[in-house]
Each structure stands twice: as C-alpha cells, then as structure tokens.
C-alpha cells in the first residue's frame, strides 16, 4: 500500500498556487496520466491542464466567478473496512470544485495510510499488533491545506462533495 501513497506537488509561483500530478503516480502510470492545476490570483482564473493516453490533452479556464465552493470528501478505501470493524485505514482525501452550475469538477486526491480504527467492544489494546505498528501519512493534513488555501484564494467555502 505505501506504494499508493500519494500527493499532489504543490507550489507556488508568482502568487499563484500551483499543484500537479506526485511523481509516484507519473512513474506508476507511465505518464499515461497527468494533471495541473494553477490557480492565478491576477486573472481570477483557475486553469486546469490534464493529459491522457500520451495523446489526448485537455485544458479547461475556470473564471472565479463561475466557482461557488470548493469540494473536500473523505473515504476510506482499505480492505479491512468491509468485514472487519477493527483495522488501518486507507485514506482518500478528495478536492475539486463545484460550479454555480452544479456541476462538479474533480481536481486531485491525497492517498494513505490512516489511523487505526476500532468499531468493537473490545479495548484499542486487544489489537495492539495492528494500533502499534500502524503508520500515519500526511494526506490529510496536506489535503486540509491545500483545500483551505484553494477556498482563500478563489474566496469560496468549503463543502462536502454531492454524491
């Protein structure tokens, strides 16, 4: 699962934030697969860059106008969350952007290992192999930021994705 373990690269420049698909899934995927996303500030736009296949490109310019809220939904994706109520989760953090249009556009996902979760009658202790040597990453706290610093810039809220 480490190996899934992933980020968006997020930067600044020139005031403007920009975030662009982690090196992992790069190499993982080939290449087949890339995302940009910079938000500018100066021209109130959000331009989104993407490329799939090698072959097929896909820009999309987003005025700040048209953006009514920024999008952040969390899952848990680890195996043992379906049939055991005692596990280490596997967290994706999801962040896009929901038009005034309703329309929903997905810009990136923060993946990895989360806490351990314990929905039994039994104590945290009684697991001890798998709350002891559980590994948390950062995608949460680095999806929180980069979605707080989105919301600031484009001067939207924050809100839970529509399913």
């Known amino acids: 699962m480490q190996l899934l373990a992933g980020c968006p690269r997020i930067s600044e420049r020139d005031g403007g934030l920009i975030a662009a698909t982690a090196w992992r899934w790069r190499v993982l995927f080939l290449g087949t697969m890339l995302r940009e996303v910079v938000v500018d500030p100066g021209s109130k736009?959000?331009?989104?860059?993407?490329?799939?296949?090698?072959?097929?490109?896909?820009?999309?310019?987003?005025?700040?106008?048209?953006?009514?809220?920024?999008?952040?939904?969390?899952?848990?994706?680890?195996?043992?969350a379906g049939w055991s109520p005692a596990h280490n989760t596997f967290d994706a953090f999801a962040v896009g952007l929901q038009l005034v249009d309703d329309a929903e556009i997905p810009l990136f996902s923060f993946y990895g290992e989360g806490t351990f979760v314990n929905d039994t009658v039994l104590p945290d202790w009684a697991y001890w192999g798998e709350?002891?040597?559980?590994?948390?990453?950062?995608?949460?706290?680095?999806?929180?930021?980069?979605?707080?610093?989105?919301?600031?810039?484009?001067?939207?809220?924050v809100m839970r994705p529509h399913l």
């Open 45 to 80: 736009m959000v331009l989104i860059h993407s490329r799939y296949l090698w072959f097929f490109p896909f820009r999309r310019r987003i005025p700040f106008a048209k953006i009514a809220a920024v999008t952040y939904g969390y899952e848990d994706l680890s195996t043992g």
């Open 131 to 157: 709350s002891f040597f559980g590994v948390v990453g950062s995608q949460e706290h680095e999806s929180r930021v980069f979605v707080d610093l989105l919301a600031k810039m484009i001067g939207v809220k």
